[in-house]
């Protein structure tokens, strides 16, 4: 997909954040490629932090950095908390004064004000948000995740801020499908129920029935990788990204 006319496609955003033991230290990842062929790599780490405030965090750093790029803009990312919550949540969080369905307070607030913020600005139809399916081999995403990852342990790494022609990730390799997985809305304090919850811990990978079984073994444990798999095939494509060899489990 690397031959497209210049021009010919949407500014395209692949955002992501992580954090390690969440909370714990954290990072977030962004890959911008405009429609004139310029790609911007950018990231940042946070001492102590959530998973989803660095998705956050992420999101709102990578629609930040195309306020002065015209032109529709698409949206890449595996968090179904910013998707759901930007696109369906929020009016009802707006409505009653920043209150959840429960009436609790909405978390991460202002970071939710700030993402709205640049979201109402490129006006109605502006963003096209697309679910990517984390760990599936999708170039972009597999950036931002290691960038975002990388960042939370404190790694060096070398952001890309060039032309397309000479970028090293298929960037614009994008999914057919980006619909979100079906579930029930958060506002109605439930959601569909995950396939298993898997770790990895020291390189070794355990499958897990619950998450707080999950959370108990990557608590405080550095290095500790953890993801909620939806089905069968999304739990053998989250252990192909953690490159754990198929039968490890």
Known sequence: MEDRQQGAWPIVVFTDGAAKGNPGPG??????????????????????????????????????????????????????????????WIWGWRKRGWRTASDGEVLNRELWEQLARLVDARGRGGIVWHYVRGHNGTPGNERVDAIADGLAQGQAITFYNGPLAGYGVAILDLPADTDLPERRSASSGSKAAAHSYLSLVDGTPMRHATWAECERRVKGKSGARFKKAMSASDEAAILRGWNVPAGRL
């Open 27 to 88: 990072g977030w990842g962004v890959v911008v490629v405009t429609p004139a062929g310029e790609v911007t790599e950018l990231g940042g780490r946070v001492a102590h932090t959530t998973n989803n405030r660095m998705e956050l965090t992420g999101a709102i750093n990578g629609l930040a950095a195309c306020e002065d790029v015209e032109g529709p803009l698409a949206v890449y990312t595996d968090s179904t908390y910013v998707i759901q919550g930007i696109t369906q």
